[in-house]
């Protein structure tokens, strides 16, 4: 059962994030995922560059569901990690405003760098 | 002892709230996690020992916050009901100091009483006005609240010295409630601190 969670101020007052936490957002962005799942789309995606912990993802999934960015979806069992049934977690649409604003954010940032020549034109 | 019941031992280092809420979580993500590790144990277990570490501080300084906010809601309740009671106080020596009047209006009360009645009534209306001040809480409003309540202290002090005979009780709520106003209004407290999600 879906936990109703309240919304904290607005998406801009959320801003910015914490590179992990834009992380998580960045993962829950596909659809929900449980904890494992988070952590492993995140280390994929970057490569290994980013290693979300354990006590970083809760301790930043807590903050996200308190804040209302993110809320719990169903708890059931994933097949290809045995019988223990997991939390899934979800971004709701709070929580999607706040991510396409942070990615905004971060758009105008590589922009201006690469205004000022400090990365070429093409992507990195 | 295996490796999942040293990690749980690790989880004893964050909050008990926290805990209770994502332990079990946590230790089927460790579960996960240790079965297909890319690295030595020894890497492995100084990742966790480190992401347990600076996670569980942050954790604890959310708590901090969070009593300090709780703290300063309690003090705010407690402002709120001093005010009223302020204002009741305050009305109620207003009243007496009517009806004393009264009774001065009809010669039964000598040139020092009067002065004492007075400058009792004064004192009431400042205790109404500090009550009222603590009731708004504003910033503005506790400037106002202050000042009534010193007024309120000088002037009982000032009847004191002109009424040597002034009831023990009498002393006691003007001298000890506009005291214990301003020890209360002026006690450090905890400021509100905003979170993000960040």
Do not use: C
């Not at chain 2, 001093?82 to 040139?111: D, I």
């Not at chain 2, 004191?160 to 214990?180: F, V």
């Amino acid at each position: 059962m879906a936990k109703k969670q309240r919304t904290a101020g607005t998406p801009e007052s959320q801003l910015p994030l914490a590179p992990a936490t834009f992380q998580i957002l960045l993962a829950l962005a596909d659809g929900e995922r449980h904890g494992y799942a988070i952590m492993k789309e995140v280390t994929s995606r970057t490569k290994g560059a980013v290693r979300v912990g354990p006590g970083t993802l809760y301790g930043a999934l807590k903050r996200l569901l308190e804040s209302g960015v993110v809320e719990e979806g169903s708890e059931r069992t994933d097949p290809e990690l045995g019988d223990d049934r997991r939390r899934y977690y979800r971004l709701t649409k709070f929580g999607l405003r706040v991510a396409r604003l942070e990615a905004r954010r971060l758009d105008a940032m590589v922009r201006a760098a690469r205004q000022k020549k400090l990365i070429g034109t093409a992507p990195a | 002892m295996s490796a999942e019941r040293m990690y749980r031992l690790l989880l004893r280092i964050y909050p008990a709230d926290f805990r209770s809420e994502y332990g079990r979580e946590m230790t089927l993500l460790f579960r996960d996690e240790y079965r297909t590790r890319d690295t030595n144990a020894i890497a492995f277990w100084v990742s966790m020992v480190w992401d347990a570490a600076h996670s569980a501080i942050s954790m604890w300084v959310d708590v901090w916050l969070a009593r300090g906010k709780e703290y300063t809601r309690t003090l705010e309740i407690i402002m709120k009901l001093a005010g009223t009671l302020a204002v009741l106080v305050g009305v109620f020596g207003a009243v007496n100091a009517l009806a004393e009047a009264v009774a001065a209006m009809r010669g039964t009360l000598g040139s020092a009483h009067i002065v004492a009645v007075a400058l009792g009534g004064a004192a009431g209306v400042l205790l109404i006005t500090a009550g009222t001040a603590l009731l708004r809480g504003t910033p503005s409003a506790r400037y106002t609240a202050t000042i009534a309540l010193i007024a309120s202290l000088v002037i009982i002090l000032i009847a004191r010295l002109t009424h040597p005979w002034m009831s023990s009780l009498s002393q006691l709520i003007g001298i000890g409630m506009p005291l214990a106003l301003l020890v209360a209004l002026h006690w450090p407290r905890g400021h509100d601190h905003s979170t993000s999600a960040a």
